[in-house]
């Protein structure tokens, strides 16, 4: 069984980076077709992507966030990290990672983990 965890701070001020980190048991982040998202709830609205790297290491953004989102990954430690510069309170949200494959229709989510951007 897949399991993610994301870990990272919980309180980010503006205009600094937010950090978080995915960590996969179960699976390997460079298993073939699979992909590892990024994906953010603000409250009350729905969900948001930011983006993903693939089982190559390729990456892919939110057209409108990619000016300042990287996503990277550590194959020997298996987990794939987020980092949003400069943050505006309006990114508070529960943010989550995912390990997913179209391909074979199946995959996984964290449990998310709130960060809030406040001063």
């Known amino acids: 069984q897949v399991q993610l965890q994301e870990s990272g701070p919980g309180l980010v001020k503006p205009s600094q980076t937010l950090s978080l980190t995915c960590t996969v048991s179960?699976?390997?982040?460079?298993?073939?077709?699979?992909?590892c998202s990024w994906i953010r709830q603000p409250p009350g609205k729905g969900m948001d992507w930011l983006g993903a790297?693939?089982?190559?290491?390729?990456?892919f953004y939110s057209p409108s966030l990619k000016s300042r989102t990287s996503i990277s990954r550590d194959t020997f430690k298996n987990h794939f990290t987020l980092q949003l510069s400069s943050v505006t309170p309006e990114e508070t949200a529960v943010y989550y990672c995912?390990?997913?494959?179209?391909?074979?229709?199946?995959?996984?989510w964290g449990q998310g983990t709130q960060v809030t951007v406040s001063s």
């Open positions: 995912a390990w997913e494959s179209n391909y074979y229709s199946s995959g996984s």
């Open positions: 179960g699976g390997s982040i460079t298993l073939n077709y699979y992909y």
């Open positions: 790297i693939d089982y190559s290491g390729s990456t």
